[in-house]
Structure formats: C-alpha cells, structure tokens
C-alpha cells in the first residue's frame, strides 16, 4: 500500500535527498499531529474540569452561540484537517474534472459525517479543504483521497488548529 504522505521522487530528484526529506516530513507530521492532538481541547475552549463527553447543565446553558466565520467548539476526539489538493498543470482543468469524476471523487470526498470547515480555491495552488475528523476516521478519509483523488491533484495534509481568538486577543493586548 502506497503511504500518503510518503513523497514521490520527481525526475529532478535523487532518491537519497528525496528519502532524507521524507522522513523529515514524516517526522515533522507526526509530531505535528501529536501536539495537535494534545492542544486541541486546550484551543477549542475545552474545560480541563469537565470528564470528556460529559455536559453539566451550567456549561451547556452558558454556551455561546457560533457566529458566523467562527470554528465551532470540537468534540475532544476530533482535529481539524487541512488538505491541499494541488493541481496537475500538465493537464487542463476540464480533464483533471473528468478524471476526478471517472474515479469517484465528487461522490467520495469527503466521506460522509465529516464536517468540511472551509473549502478555498487558492489560485496558483488548487483547492484547500479543512476538515473536522474525528480521530478513528482519519484513515477513512485518507484512503477517500488516494482513491479518487490522485492524478487528478497531488495532495499535502495538515493537522491544523483555529488561532483566531488568540490572534484576535493578542493583536488587542499587543502580545501582553
């Protein structure tokens, strides 16, 4: 089985550079994920007082509502996703759609129950999706990506977390 985040050697590549980098970037997503992980209920304003999956009357009736443009609080089994699907120039974009279609994955991705938090096209780049995964789908949706969209995109993934209330918070107290 072919690893998604292994990095395949280009024609101006040697295997050696390509074989250090690799495990480079395996090592940096690992650690990524792992630290995702941990802050992940620290970030989305998870009480460290309340057992995970329990709700108390007083933290349920205090909830604030989201507003719009604002990451909903994650349950603490899930992370936030960032894909980037980067697209084939060689090919025009009607074949990449084309493609994309005769593999499945319009009706593939992202696999169903999976919230999409944003999907962006980033000219020059492709599209970029970040997803809400709970950790035990994580492979689900991997194997969603290698199976309808390679060829059509080459992909990059990262565990990503939303920062705006702290950047918001540290822009009005100027880092204080």
């Given at each position: ?15 050696s550079r ?8 395996r ?16 970030t ?14 007083s ?12 990451a909903?609080?994650?349950p ?20 990449i ?6 593999q ?21 780049i ?25 060829g059509?995109?080459?992909t ?11 950047a ?7 880092g204080?």
């Amino acid at each position: 089985m072919r690893n998604a985040l292994a990095v395949v050697p280009g024609p101006n590549r040697t295997d050696s550079r390509t074989d250090s980098r690799t495990l480079f970037r395996r090592a940096v997503f690992g650690a990524a994920l792992v630290i995702s992980s941990a802050v992940a209920p620290l970030t989305y304003g998870a009480d460290a007082t309340v057992t995970p999956g329990a709700t108390s009357a007083s933290t349920a009736s205090t909830a604030p509502a989201a507003q719009p443009g604002t990451a909903t609080p994650a349950p603490d089994d899930t992370f936030l996703l960032t894909i980037f699907l980067r697209h084939d120039e060689s090919k025009p974009l009607p074949k990449i759609n084309d493609q994309l279609a005769a593999q499945g994955f319009f009706k593939t991705f992202p696999p169903p129950g999976i919230e999409v938090v944003s999907w962006y096209v980033m000219m020059g780049i492709g599209q970029v999706v970040t997803l809400r995964v709970p950790a035990s789908r994580l492979r689900e949706v991997n194997r969603a990506i290698e199976t309808t969209a390679w060829g059509g995109y080459r992909t990059e993934f990262y565990p990503t977390y939303d920062y705006k209330a702290q950047a918001q918070q540290m822009r009005a107290t100027d880092g204080k």
